[in-house]
């Protein structure tokens, strides 16, 4: 089972990269944001909860994202693997999904962190805001939020991962096509 975290600040590509990625080697997709969107648009308790926090461009807590996201791992038993986009977004949550993924007699295979400078995340999010309708792209004030509670909250989060001997950076500035490229080399066969 290859299960993999695809990691970075809003704005750098998880999802876009997320979509080759699973169809290339065959994986789930677990991306928190879809799996919050579809909860909120459900109108769970857990949906209603995570939407007023994401509406002030905070974090969602822990409890409340690992409950959801254990939901979806146990949904796809047979999945030969998982790419992880968006999570584990603090020290606890990679502690958990840690935890979680040993409980099944699993592991994280590797951390790929895209690295891109925060004045082009300012710019993609402004533009994925045109394009897909997320509100939360749409406010500079939110974005800089997010970016600001990413660099604090979540950044450390590559820490425990690099003692793992599982981080990766990866160049997320480029074409599509060479940041995939990037990727796939990380990865390997």
Known sequence: MRNLILFGP???GKGTQS????????????????IFRANIKGQ????????????QGQLVPDDVTIRMLESE??????????IFDGFPRTTAQAAALDAFLE????????????????????????ARAETSGRPDDADPAVIQKRIDVYNAETAPVADHYRAAGKYQGIDGVGSIADITARLTNAIGA
């Open 44 to 55: 769970t308790e857990l949906g209603t909860l995570a939407q007023s926090y994401m509406n």
């Open 103 to 126: 409980g099944k007699g699993q592991t994280i295979a590797a951390m790929l962190a895209l690295e891109v400078p925060e004045d082009e995340l300012k710019t993609r999010l402004l």
């Open 19 to 34: 979509a080759f990625l699973v169809e290339h080697y065959n994986l789930v997709h677990l991306s928190t944001g879809d």
């Open 73 to 82: 791992v146990d949904k796809h038993p047979e999945a030969a693997g998982f």
């Open 10 to 12: 809003p704005g750098a």
